[in-house]
């Protein structure tokens, strides 16, 4: 079977690593046919795929076949996915291509309707796409629709506990993604802020541990993991630096966003903060597993025992750019 993974275009590098993370947590076995910058096409005989964690993307689609060959192609193949009513709704892959949709969407409703399907074009039951990219047309069946309804409940201002150098929780959600939390597996935030990344581990399902120094946030990331539900968790105020070496068992995931700013208190440099936490990494990870860091350095001296796997730009305004960094314990 084939997909097709349309991104939300906001930040492809952290999309398709996203993407890529959760085949991954899965163990779902795939090829990339088809990496078209906006969307990527992949090849999986697998069938029970949930893409419902993803963080950057807009839709995923179930690639039928060209719109040359739609005369060939056994829908039978597909009524189990397949329910009446249904619409069809053009995609543009690049925002660019100037074909018109509502040509191809008649064109196509008609196909269908000769074939007996019933339709709704408000509230259909199953949409059917055109995805449009260069001079390809591909026909298939929309498999799942991201809004941003889940991401806007969790903005940083909608929470008790509030400051202003918080992640935004699409952000969060994807440096987990790529960290490969997942349900059961333990996490833990050194710098642990507002709790925005451990809400996204939290709601994942995974077991949660945060640290800061600072005792106002550390009662604030209480206060926020409260607000969505979230009553199991072990948030400590403690020095990194000297806590990480008493951990009994060692950690599955790290996510963090490490401490910038002049509202920090750091008496070093952030790239040598940066430095230092990297060779506090040993101390927390199991080998094997991952780390995911933002950063507003974006120069850094990589220990012998960590592989850079991904290393992505987060644009936040004009005077600040972070960058988010997967490393893996080797």
Do not use: W
């Amino acid at each position: 079977m084939e997909y097709i993974i349309v991104f939300s275009k906001d930040n492809l590098c952290l999309a398709k690593e996203d993407l890529f993370s959760r085949l991954e947590v899965q163990n779902i076995s795939y090829s990339v046919k088809q990496d078209l910058d906006n969307a990527i096409i992949i090849e999986s005989i697998a069938e029970n795929i949930d893409f419902t964690d993803l963080s950057h993307t807009r839709e995923v689609g179930l690639c039928i076949g060209g719109m040359n060959g739609l005369d060939v192609v056994d829908f039978n193949m597909y009524q189990h996915l397949i329910k009446s009513p249904v619409n069809v709704r053009v995609t543009r892959i690049n925002p660019e291509q100037n074909q018109d949709r509502s040509v191809i969407e008649k064109k196509m409703g008609a196909f269908l309707f000769n074939l007996g399907y019933k339709f709704n074009l408000k509230d259909p039951k199953t949409s059917f796409r055109v995805y449009l990219f260069g001079s390809e047309q591909i026909f298939g069946i929309l498999i799942k629709e991201f809004g941003v309804s889940s991401f806007s409940e969790r903005m940083p201002v909608k929470r008790p506990f509030f400051h202003p150098v918080s992640l935004k929780p699409k952000v969060a959600k994807a440096m987990c993604n790529i960290a490969r939390v997942s349900s059961g597996k333990s996490v833990i935030d050194p710098f642990v802020g507002t709790g925005g990344l451990l809400i996204e581990s939290a709601l994942i399902g995974a077991k949660i541990t945060g640290i800061d120094l600072d005792r106002v946030m550390v009662e604030g990331t209480i206060a926020n993991l409260k607000h969505y539900g979230i009553l199991e968790h072990n948030i400590l105020c403690a020095d990194s630096f000297i806590a990480s070496k008493s951990f009994k068992d060692k950690f599955d995931c790290i996510v963090t966003d490490l401490p910038y700013g002049r509202n920090t208190k750091l008496d070093v440099t952030p790239k040598d903060f940066m430095q230092q936490f990297l060779l506090l990494i040993p101390n927390m990870l199991k080998i094997g597993c991952y780390a995911a860091v933002s950063t507003n350095v974006g120069d850094i001296e990589i220990p012998h025992f960590l592989k850079l796997v991904r290393k992505c730009e987060s644009y936040i305004h004009k005077n600040l750019t972070k960058y988010i960094y997967l490393f893996k314990l080797v």
